[in-house]
Each structure stands twice: as C-alpha cells, then as structure tokens.
C-alpha cells in the first residue's frame, strides 16, 4: 500500500487526483467547483459513474477530493507542488448541494462497508489488521470527520 498516512491524499492515489487536477483542470479555473472536478475524476475513471460501481480507487477519490475542499475551507489555500506554483492560482473553491451530497453518499457508503460485487469494500478491508480484523481508530475517525464536514456544508 503506497500510503504515509490515514488521509486519501497521503497515498499513491491521492497524488493521481492532484495530478490530474493539477495538469487538466486548475490551469483552466482559478475557482475550483467539486462538481466539476467530480464529473473530471468520471471522465478519468477516478469515479465510477454511479454508486453501484465500487473500487477502492473510486473510494479514495472521493476522500481525495473531500479533503480538498476542507483544506481550502480551512486554510483558502492548497498546499502542493511547491515547484510550479499551480496550486497558488486558485482563488476559490465552490460547491453545489448537488457535488456535496454526491461525496456525502460516496463516504457514507464506505462508513456502512456497501460491498463491492465480491463481497467487500476493498478500501475499509485494507486499512483492517489481518490478525484481528480490527480498525485502527486514526482511519474511522477521519472519515467521520469529513462525513460531519460534508453534512455541516450541506445544512449551510
């Protein structure tokens, strides 16, 4: 598993979603709009087209994208790819009830473990100890959070 931490931008996958935003999408739109950059990922197959489609890389990007647009909330900056300076264009970051109950459902799917067609959500399933089966409590936590977030965001 290529992650350094409990976050999905903290893992390979996570910096595909920054690439393909960085290269594809941000050079264009100074303001930012999930549900834009929603619809990009399910161009890029970074999404699936609807819930039914699970991958734990569907999974991710979704988190990913997420803890985007928390951290330009929080901080009304993103903070990477120190190099070019691409990040440092953005201006804003919008988002539609539409684009915020999308992840919301998303990242309540992970939360409940919907299963995939066999059986499992792969991205729950990897962050599980294989001797106990246990969670450590760092993962779940986060997710919360960003269920919270996002039903915070909607209500607003």
């Given at each position: 598993?290529?992650?350094?931490?409990?976050?999905?931008?903290?893992?390979?996958?996570?910096?595909?979603?920054?690439?393909?935003?960085?290269?594809?999408?941000?050079?264009?739109?100074?303001?930012?709009?999930?549900?834009?950059?929603?619809?990009?990922?399910?161009?890029?197959?970074?999404?699936?087209?609807?819930?039914?489609?699970?991958?734990?890389?569907?999974?991710?990007?979704?988190?990913?994208?997420a803890e985007l647009?928390?951290?330009?909330?929080?901080?009304?900056?993103?903070?990477?790819?120190?190099?070019?300076?691409?990040?440092?264009?953005?201006?804003?970051?919008t988002a539609s009830?539409?684009?915020?109950?999308?992840?919301?459902?998303?990242?309540?799917?992970?939360?409940?473990?919907?299963?995939?067609?066999?059986?499992?959500?792969?991205?729950?399933?990897?962050?599980?100890?294989?001797?106990?089966?246990?969670i450590a409590p760092?993962?779940?936590?986060?997710?919360?959070?960003?269920?919270?977030?996002?039903?915070?965001?909607?209500?607003?």
């Amino acid at each position: 598993m290529g992650a350094w931490g409990i976050k999905a931008l903290e893992r390979d996958e996570g910096l595909d979603v920054l690439d393909i935003l960085k290269n594809e999408y941000v050079p264009e739109h100074p303001v930012m709009d999930l549900g834009e950059m929603i619809e990009l990922m399910k161009e890029e197959v970074m999404l699936g087209a609807d819930f039914s489609q699970i991958d734990f890389l569907f999974d991710n990007t979704a988190m990913a994208l997420a803890e985007l647009y928390f951290q330009w909330k929080d901080n009304g900056k993103l903070d990477y790819d120190h190099e070019e300076a691409i990040w440092d264009k953005v201006t804003g970051f919008t988002a539609s009830k539409e684009a915020l109950a999308f992840l919301l459902r998303q990242l309540t799917d992970i939360k409940n473990e919907v299963p995939d067609e066999d059986g499992i959500r792969e991205i729950v399933d990897l962050w599980k100890n294989e001797d106990s089966g246990e969670i450590a409590p760092a993962w779940p936590e986060h997710l919360d959070w960003l269920i919270k977030r996002l039903i915070s965001e909607q209500e607003a």
